[in-house]
């Protein structure tokens, strides 16, 4: 035992403290509202001990396993139980050393499992923090636990590839059509489970703030697995600090700024007509929540309109023909526009070769026919909305050529001789571009 270099410190502790501790404690805990810790410069006037003898009485009450503690120096905050407290060694080491002011105490998960008995049986996730797990314990679920908020209106959704959040609208808050059990939000995150299948991850305080309804409706696809968060939304939100990859969602959107830049520096009207930074980035250019056919046909469809119908055909003009003259069946001339992808790869057919003389107009292109083809009701009908779990792969594949495509156009136009003083976000040409 520490010696705390008092003599009433060294007096034996009386069992009938350390029980008033253990319910001082526990009901401080559970009536606090959010699962505080009490402070234990708080507890010689609260259960009746002197304050010479706290330490000694926190350690008995540690060694009893009827509290736990949590330290400024360790958490920051020590009001909150973030993250799991330190082993039993090592926090009778730094009560020993550390400041009163600083230590907050807990009850034990057994302190508390005797007392809140049924209260919390609606509530699995309130439950747990009742039961003294720490508020940023991620819980993992099966992608498809998000589908219903992305596909109901009354939802503002978003996400970020790594990470993400979901709110009942304003509009729907408001509302007297809103039940009062849909009026949640949360935050969430990617993780994977063994085989690296992109799973949910939601901190258990987000979870234990849902409503019960939505509660029993997220443990229902909890996956029980061993998984793991993502590396940049872990920083992030347990850390504090800055993520240490881009996704190529990003980048593909940074793709096309950078080409529209290159455009206005070569006296050109931009190549794309819209493009997607900051918020204008559409719900749906995510990864997929479901494996299904449907879900794949969704995301090839907008990854399409993003790319090919959004090529601006005023780039071409008195450049290349916008149009081309076709002979029909009956003899007669009929005049039709060629398609935004011909006019691309003859673009760059007339006006660009490598180093070595090679055209690779069609290289260049390439990648925005195979997202079109992908977009055909012919490749719609062999895949049905059927289940799959190889099209998040097909998915990531499909889009990463396509980013790749991009970057291809942007490396040609730099050779442009008005381009010699464009230069590139250093992030777009690196190794740290995931798929999360």
């Not at 090592?90 to 209260?119: F, H, K």
């Not at 959107?253 to 290159?262: A, H, P, S, T, Y």
């Not at 290349?320 to 076709?326: A, P, S, T, W």
């Not at 292109?365 to 097909?394: E, F, I, M, W």
């Amino acid at each position: 035992m520490n010696r705390i270099g008092c003599e009433e410190a060294n007096l034996a502790i009386d069992p009938e403290v350390l029980s008033r501790l253990n319910s001082i404690v526990t009901s401080y805990f559970l009536e606090s509202g959010d699962f505080n810790g009490i402070p234990a410069a708080d507890l010689p006037r609260r259960a009746g001990f002197p304050d010479a003898q706290t330490r000694q009485v926190l350690e008995t009450g540690l060694n009893s396993g009827v509290v736990e503690l949590s330290f400024a120096s360790k958490t920051g905050n020590p009001h909150i139980k973030r993250l799991p407290v330190e082993p039993v060694e090592t926090q009778r080491a730094l009560l020993a050393t550390e400041d009163i002011a600083g230590i907050c105490v807990y009850p034990s998960p057994a302190s508390t499992s005797t007392v809140i008995s049924q209260t919390y049986d609606d509530r699995p996730y309130t439950k747990r923090l009742a039961l003294v797990e720490a508020q940023l314990v991620p819980v993992f679920f099966e992608l498809i636990v998000l589908e219903r908020y992305f596909r109901d209106p009354r939802f503002e959704c978003w996400f970020g590839d790594s990470n993400g959040n979901i709110s009942i609208g304003d509009k729907a808050y408001l509302s007297d059509d809103t039940p009062e059990k849909d009026k949640i939000s949360f935050k969430f995150g990617i993780g994977y489970d063994p085989k690296r299948t992109r799973v949910v991850a939601v901190f258990l305080y987000e979870l234990a703030a849902l409503s019960p309804e939505h509660q029993q409706a997220f443990r229902s696809y909890e996956v029980k697995e061993p998984c793991v968060m993502n590396s940049d939304f872990e920083r992030a939100m347990i850390w504090g600090l800055w993520g240490e990859y881009e996704s190529v969602y990003n980048a593909f959107i940074q793709e096309q700024v950078e080409i529209n830049r290159l455009c206005a520096l070569i006296g050109k009207p931009a190549l794309f007509r819209q493009t997607f930074e900051d918020h204008e980035r559409p719900l749906g250019f995510s990864p997929m929540l479901r494996a299904t056919g449907r879900d794949y046909q969704e995301f090839v469809h907008l990854l399409d309109k993003m790319l090919s119908d959004n090529i601006n055909r005023e780039f071409f003009r008195d450049d290349i023909l916008l149009e081309e003259e076709v002979q029909r069946k009956d003899g007669r001339i009929e005049v039709r526009a060629l398609n935004t992808i011909t006019l691309l790869e003859r673009w760059f057919s007339e006006r660009y070769r490598t180093s070595d003389g090679e055209d690779v107009a069609k290289t260049i292109v390439s990648s925005l026919r195979a997202v079109r083809k992908a977009r055909q009701p012919a490749a719609h009908a062999v895949q049905g909305n059927v289940y799959d779990p190889t099209l998040p792969g097909l998915q990531d594949r499909i889009l990463g050529e396509a980013k790749q495509g991009l970057t291809l156009i942007r490396w040609a136009l730099t050779s442009h001789p008005r381009a010699k003083a464009y230069e590139a976000p250093e992030w777009l040409d690196g190794d740290k571009i995931v798929f999360f």
